[in-house]
């Protein structure tokens, strides 16, 4: 009897250490299931990019089964690298993907980051610049993108300008306080970043929002963007990527000071003062009036696309159904 009891006395030991042994494995194996994924940003961190950053910090990402490597774009921008499968998500815009798509390339976007475009033409007080019609006679400087001459032309049409009396120069990379501290009158500029800057530099600006102009030029810019293989052959991993990104957004909309932390912490380099300043400025734009962070209509795409082919920057056929889609979103 004795013998027994201390036979089963070790079976329930072996037992027990195989149990707590797969237990172990099991929570290796979990650990191991989460997908690894990768989205690229469009530019350096800022506060574009928070909720991808907060999605990450507090675990929104893992949550949903995902291991995500938030990366910078190098010599090969974002949409290449999406497009390409190269990378599985990157921050994109509107403007490009509908280039992009008129040429075949797959992009597709699937949500908005902000809702309504808050850029602009932005010069120092001190140039007088206070309507289109005043770029007649000053220096633009830019980027070198036929949309740019375009983008101009339509606000000063507004006021019977000529777009032919403006110097339109290329200023490469260099940012907007160095461009009008030499030739440079006026640029195009996020207001959410160069403009708070601007305010904490105590530099102050004539700011012309091209959403008060046209409401054709209120276009998404920044959306999330994928590729249409990854859309048919793994929806659940966008699905998935989506409902994390939202959350994060959504915390940086209840809690711009926390996210901006989290940015901050993310990337040190960055200023913490206008980070802060930029993600309070920010916070009820993510969404502003749509029912939900990251919805698109698709008169917005069909509105730009239209003006695209009218300033004569759009060849080929648009499909602006095919351009986004709202499917991922959390319901």
Known sequence: MKKLYVFLLVAILALAGCQSKDKKENAAGSKK????????????????????????EKGYFKEQGLDVDIIQPGETGADQLVASGKADFGVSYQEGITQARVQG?????IAAIIQHNTSGFASPIAKNIKSPKDFEGKTYGGWGSPVEKAVIDSLMKTENADVKKVDIINAGDADYFTMVKKDVDFAWIYY???????ELRGEKLNMMYLTDYSKKLDYYTPVLATNEKMIQNDPETVKAFVKAASQGYQYAIKNPDKAADILIKAAPDLDKKLVKKSQEWLADKYQDDAKQWGEQKLEVWENYANWMSDNKLLEGKFDAKKAFTNEFLPQ
């Open 105 to 109: 390339v797959p992009l597709v976007s």
């Open 33 to 56: 299931e989460l997908k690894k994924v990768t989205v690229v940003l469009d530019w350096t961190p800022n506060t574009n990019h928070t909720g991808l950053y907060v999605a990450k």
């Open 192 to 198: 959410g970043w160069t403009g708070i800057e601007a």
